[in-house]
């Protein structure tokens, strides 16, 4: 019997790719795992649709009508702060282009990884179409200010800084999924108290990053046993500078300040990842490493101790301060 794995590794176009003459090679050497990583994933996921959630077809009845209002109701006593964690999520989700785009960019539109690229793409684009299918029929914003909002950030563009390092975007995905599982997470477990539909769809989301998450670190880790030197030095600099995909939103860092504040994402969670990273890809223990490979595998396992202090430094100053957005009519969000 033919495995994906067998079937999906077309010959690779070296000109396609990001990355050094080296870097290229491992990435190519690394195909078949992409490949079986890819198998797995697929056997792992169960599929779902938004409409599956939040039903919108032709035949609905009266109870569907009744089960909307009722709803609505319930959305009406969701707390602001959960309200703009939804709208920091929503607005990321949405940045999907950009992400698609770097993918491949860096990792070659011309092997497996357009495969894995179309298929991680049409999973996340259902994301977007979930969370936005919620809170339009829960009447949870002003929708003209969030979509004006949208448009700024997928005009503004998201073009980290990774000087055409493969390695990098790996890195970064690693990370950068686990966050978004967490933010998913912690809002719904927020939101349940309130409105458990609302739960139950970042619960679908939560758990396709999840599986994201898992895809991501074992293709780094692969990486990490053909070139760890490389490989060392790319997750440093990516764990070092992370910002989280919609830092390009305007309003970024007030979003991220009652998001923080609501303790669903910020410094803290970061650490826990960096942590859960560096002991799953047995950072520590990598031995054999280069000058450099060493200088970057000790300086990564300095990085949660610095995260806790850049996380206490943080917590001691929050004080007093009020927020405003105009995708909730600009009501006044105090924290004292």
Same mark, same amino acid.
């Given at each position: 019997m033919t495995t994906l794995a067998q079937t999906l590794v077309p010959p690779s176009l070296a000109a396609s790719r990001f990355g050094t003459p080296q870097q290229i090679e491992v990435l190519v050497a690394m195909e078949p795992t992409v490949a079986l990583e890819m198998e797995r994933h697929l056997e792992r996921r169960k599929l779902w649709f938004p409409n599956d959630l939040m039903p919108a077809d032709a035949d609905l009845g009266? @109870?569907?009508?009744?089960?909307?209002?009722?709803? +609505? %109701?319930? =959305?009406?006593?969701?707390?602001?702060?959960?309200?703009?964690?939804?709208?920091l999520n929503l607005l990321t989700e949405e940045g999907l282009p950009h992400f698609h785009r770097l993918i491949a960019v860096h990792m070659s539109n011309e092997s497996v990884w357009r495969a894995w690229n179309n298929v991680w793409t049409a999973e996340e684009d259902r994301h977007g179409c979930a969370m936005r299918d919620y809170v339009r029929d829960a009447r949870l914003f002003n929708m003209g200010a969030l979509e004006r909002l949208q448009y700024q950030y997928i005009a503004?563009?998201?073009?980290?800084?990774?000087?055409?390092?493969?390695?990098?975007?790996?890195?970064?995905?690693?990370?950068?999924?686990?966050?978004?599982?967490?933010?998913?997470?912690?809002?719904?477990?927020? @939101?349940?108290?309130?409105?458990?539909?609302?739960? +139950? %769809?970042? =619960?679908?989301?939560a758990g396709d990053e999840s599986r994201h998450y898992q895809f991501y670190r074992a293709c780094f880790a692969e990486i990490l046993k053909l070139d760890p030197n490389r490989a060392l030095d790319s997750l440093l600099k990516v764990t070092l500078a992370f910002a989280m995909p919609g830092h390009n939103i305007a309003g970024f860092k007030e979003l991220s300040d009652v998001v923080q504040r609501y303790d669903i994402f910020g410094p803290r969670q970061y650490q826990k990842i960096v942590e859960e990273l560096l002991e799953h890809w047995n950072i520590g223990g990598l031995s054999g490493l280069n000058a450099e490979g060493a200088e970057a595998q000790a300086k990564l396992m300095k990085v949660p101790a610095r995260l806790a202090r850049i996380a206490d430094y943080q917590q001691a100053k929050l004080g007093p301060k009020s927020y405003r957005f105009e995708f909730i009519d600009d009501r006044a969000l105090a924290f004292a």
């Open positions: 009266e @109870a569907d009508d009744r089960m909307l209002s009722e709803l +609505r %109701v319930r =959305a009406r006593g969701l707390p602001d702060g959960v309200r703009v964690a939804v709208a503004a563009g998201f073009d980290p800084d990774w000087e055409q390092d493969p390695y990098r975007l790996l890195a970064y995905t690693s990370l950068q999924e686990k966050a978004t599982q967490i933010s998913h997470a912690n809002t719904g477990r927020l @939101a349940g108290e309130h409105e458990p539909m609302l739960q +139950r %769809v970042l =619960a679908h989301l």
